[in-house]
C-alpha cells in the first residue's frame, strides 16, 4: 500500500507527459533507508509501462562496485545500442550509445537506483546523459539516501540543473497514514507512530512482527550501516545508545574523543530546530538495534560513561525512576503494545542502582543524538 505520495507520482508521470512531447527531463528521488523510494519507483512503473521504453539498473553495496553495473543491468533485459558497447568492452562508446538508445520516438525511462554506491562509470554516463536529456524523449530518474551522498555523487548533482531536472524528497508518513497501515485510528496508533518516527520500513516490519522485539530486519538493516562507521564512531554511538533521556549537546563532548566527532558529522546538516540544547531521537527500532548490539564489555564502559550517569540520575529524579519517553520532561509511558522488552536491552542495561540512587527502570522509550542519527542513516 502506497501512501502520501500522491504528489510524487503526479510528478513521475507530469515528468514522462513533457517527455512524450520531446521535452526530456532526470527526476532526483531522494529519502532516508526505508522511506520507500523502491515503492514509488515501481509504482510510477506499473504506470508507465504501456505507453513507454523501461530500462531499469541498481548500483550495489559492493565492496568493489560493478563497472556500469545499473546499465549492465537495463541492457540485459532490452539489448540495443547500450548491450552492443558493453559487449565489446568499449567503455568510451556507452555514454553515446546511452544516449541513441533514449533518443527513440517512443518515450523511454531509464531508472538508477541506489546511486550512493556508484561507480565512477556510472557517474560520468550520468552527467553525460543528464545534461543532454532536455533533447529527448526521455525520463531518467535516479533515487539515493540524501545522508550517504558522498563527494563524486555530490559533484554529479551539482552539475545537474536547469529547468530540466525535478527533485523529489520523500517524507514520512503522517501519524493518520501510520494509523491506516495499522488498521485502527491516530489515537490508538499513537505508539505505533512514536516507535517509528513515521518510517515506512519501520512500521511495516514492526506491523509484521508478532513478538515484542526489535524485528530482525530492522536489527540487521541498521547494524549494517553501523559496521560501515569508524572504530571511534561506533564506540560513541554504544554509549548514546544507552542513555535513557534526550541529550545535551553540552554532555556530548564527554562521551567521545574529537577525532569520533568528527567521523560523526559526515554528511548534510540536520533540519534547523527551534533549541539545539537536547538533541531529539532517531526512531526507537533505531536506538533498540544499537542497544542491543553492545556486548558486555561496551555496555560496562557505556554505563561508565560521565554523561550517561548524569544523564540516568536527572531523568530518573525527573520522572520518579522511569525515564521519559520523548523530550526532557514528558513521564508518559509508551503501552505496552508497541514496547520493546527489557531482553532488547539487558545487556547493556540498567545502570547501577548505586549510581542512580533510585531503583532500576525499565528500557528507555526515547534518547538518541545527532551522532546516532545520522550513523543510523
Known amino acids: 500500500m502506497l501512501l502520501e505520495r500522491d504528489g510524487e507520482l503526479?510528478?513521475?508521470?507530469?515528468?514522462?507527459?513533457?517527455?512524450?512531447?520531446?521535452?526530456?527531463?532526470?527526476?532526483?528521488?531522494?529519502?532516508e533507508a526505508g522511506i520507500g523510494k523502491t515503492s514509488l519507483v515501481r509504482a510510477f512503473l506499473r504506470a508507465a509501462a504501456h505507453r513507454a521504453t523501461v530500462l531499469q539498473g541498481a548500483c550495489d553495496d559492493l565492496l568493489t562496485p560493478r563497472t556500469l553495473g545499473p546499465l549492465r543491468d537495463a541492457a540485459r533485459t532490452r539489448g540495443g545500442p547500450p548491450a552492443a558497447a558493453l559487449a565489446d568492452?568499449?567503455?568510451?562508446?556507452?555514454?553515446?550509445?546511452?544516449?541513441?538508445?533514449?533518443?527513440?520516438?517512443?518515450?523511454?525511462?531509464?531508472?538508477?537506483?541506489?546511486?550512493?554506491?556508484?561507480?565512477?562509470?556510472?557517474?560520468d554516463v550520468l552527467r553525460y546523459v543528464g545534461r543532454r536529456v532536455d533533447e529527448l524523449a526521455a525520463v531518467i530518474v535516479v533515487t539515493f539516501r540524501d545522508g550517504e551522498v558522498g563527494r563524486r555523487l555530490q559533484r554529479v548533482l551539482g552539475g545537474l540543473g536547469g529547468p530540466s531536472v525535478r527533485r523529489l524528497?520523500?517524507?514520512?508518513?503522517?501519524?493518520?497514514?501510520?494509523?491506516?497501515?495499522?488498521?485502527?485510528t491516530a489515537a490508538t496508533s499513537a505508539p505505533l507512530f512514536a516507535l517509528t518516527a513515521g518510517n515506512p520500513f519501520f512500521v511495516s516490519e514492526v506491523l509484521a512482527t508478532a513478538a515484542h522485539d526489535v524485528p530482525a530486519t530492522v536489527v540487521d538493516a541498521v547494524l549494517?550501516?553501523?559496521?560501515?562507521?569508524?572504530?571511534?564512531?561506533?564506540?560513541?554511538?554504544?554509549?548514546l545508545a544507552v542513555v535513557p533521556s534526550a541529550v545535551s549537546t553540552s554532555w556530548c563532548p564527554r562521551c567521545w574523543p574529537r577525532s569520533s566527532r568528527r567521523g560523526c558529522s559526515t554528511g548534510p546538516p540536520p533540519p534547523a530546530r527551534p533549541s539545539?540544547?537536547?538533541?531529539?531521537?532517531?526512531?526507537?527500532?533505531?536506538?533498540?538495534?544499537?542497544?542491543?548490539?553492545?556486548?558486555?564489555?561496551?555496555?560496562?564502559?557505556?554505563?561508565?560513561?560521565?554523561?550517561?550517569?548524569?544523564?540516568?540520575?536527572?531523568?530518573?529524579?525527573?520522572?520518579?525512576?522511569?525515564?521519559?519517553?520523548?523530550?526532557?520532561?514528558?513521564a508518559t509511558r509508551t503501552p505496552r503494545r508497541w514496547s520493546w522488552p527489557r531482553a532488547t536491552t539487558a545487556?547493556?542495561?540498567?545502570?547501577?542502582?548505586?549510581?542512580t540512587?533510585?531503583?532500576?527502570?525499565?528500557?528507555?522509550?526515547?534518547?538518541g543524538?545527532?551522532?546516532?542519527?545520522?550513523?543510523?542513516r
Not at 98 to 122: F, I, K, N, Q
Not at 173 to 180: D, F, G, I
Not at 357 to 367: F, M, T
Open 224 to 239: 549494517a550501516r553501523v559496521h560501515r562507521l569508524t572504530p571511534e564512531t561506533r564506540d560513541a554511538l554504544e554509549q
Open 10 to 31: 503526479e510528478g513521475l508521470e507530469g515528468a514522462l507527459d513533457r517527455a512524450a512531447r520531446g521535452a526530456g527531463s532526470v527526476v532526483l528521488v531522494s529519502g
Open 369 to 376: 543524538a545527532t551522532c546516532a542519527d545520522r550513523a543510523s
Open 169 to 184: 524528497a520523500l517524507a514520512r508518513l503522517s501519524r493518520p497514514a501510520v494509523a491506516r497501515l495499522a488498521g485502527g
Open 357 to 367: 540512587n533510585s531503583a532500576p527502570a525499565p528500557p528507555p522509550r526515547a534518547c
Open 347 to 355: 545487556r547493556a542495561w540498567p545502570p547501577s542502582p548505586a549510581s
Open 276 to 330: 539545539r540544547r537536547w538533541t531529539s531521537a532517531r526512531p526507537m527500532p533505531v536506538r533498540n538495534a544499537g542497544a542491543a548490539s553492545c556486548d558486555g564489555a561496551s555496555a560496562s564502559r557505556s554505563r561508565r560513561s560521565p554523561a550517561v550517569r548524569t544523564s540516568w540520575r536527572r531523568a530518573s529524579a525527573a520522572t520518579g525512576g522511569r525515564p521519559p519517553r520523548r523530550g526532557r520532561r514528558s
Open 89 to 123: 568492452g568499449d567503455r568510451d562508446a556507452v555514454p553515446a550509445a546511452v544516449l541513441t538508445e533514449l533518443g527513440g520516438s517512443r518515450p523511454t525511462v531509464l531508472v538508477l537506483e541506489d546511486v550512493h554506491w556508484p561507480d565512477d562509470a556510472t557517474l
